[in-house]
């Protein structure tokens, strides 16, 4: 239990919704199951490196805020965070690389070098810059990078083939939905940054729920994104889906801004959490309407998210 508590073990499923819509969207299928498994462990070696290395560089103030958790409860010790922490970030870049090299071999450096980045980002959020202004926006690259990251492995051969706008080797619905989710997760970020005072300050949960806004408006105008090429048949649809997912999120921080309390951003921040896999979903939904199988694959990982929320904290 307490290695699951360490990596926030209920968060998890979402990096591995965010590989599966970007692929999709890049691919159009889930085409090579060597390759997108490879792709997903990236993406859990980094994220779970990311919660780890998170509890080590916090590891002192922890211990007089969050003293139940791992580290500053003695249940783990810091030598051992600290070597699984780089472990799992090794392994993550690695993985990258072996996705590559299962598909093209031009695909080697795309995919090393956005794990790479994403593992740097990774970095500098939990440690040298999580205390400055840049950390919220470093949290949601990280997001933007596993979209990009679920994609990276897409050739210019699949490009012309599935006649996607090519964007510095990515389609431009995948950079769209990347930078979308980007910016939910910086509004997320700084509203986090309030979680554990006691006393709020309601002009950032304003700033905050601004940005958030700004995220959900960017993944419902995902469908008319220029350039992207997606069915007519689901362009009506998904805005309104998107909407509708965004409802839940959106009445969380509305209650947030007015209520000011902890367990109010506590609340809100879980809830958006775990909508990002519905909106992966929707993505999925989006770009391939005649097939609800891609959808629904990754609508079901929401219920792990949930099983393992009622025995371990996931934030």
Known sequence: MKWLQLIRVPNAPTAAAN?????????????????????????????????????????????????????????????????????????????????????????????????????WAIYLYDGPLKQTPLAPALMGACRSLNILLGASTVSSTTLTEQNLTNVIGFPVEVWWAAIAVGVLIMGVTLLARNESRAVQQRGKLVLAAGVMLAGFVLLATLAWCPGANFSCSALQTYPALVAIISLASIRRVAVCVADAQPQSVKLAIISTLRSLIVFDASICFLTRPDNLAFALVVVALILPVLALSKWIYST
């Open 19 to 119: 590989i599966l819509a970007g692929y999709l969207l890049a691919n159009r299928s889930w085409d090579n199951w060597s390759v997108l498994l490879c792709l997903i462990i990236s993406s859990l070696a980094l994220y779970c490196c990311g919660m780890v290395l998170n509890d080590v560089f916090d590891a002192a103030n922890d211990k007089v805020d969050q003293s139940h958790r791992p580290i500053p409860s003695g249940q783990v010790s810091l030598g051992t965070a600290t070597a699984l922490g780089w472990g799992l970030m090794a392994m993550g870049v690695l993985a990258a690389i072996a996705a590559g090299a299962l598909s093209t071999p031009q695909s080697i450096v795309k995919c090393g070098s956005v794990a790479a980045l994403l593992a």
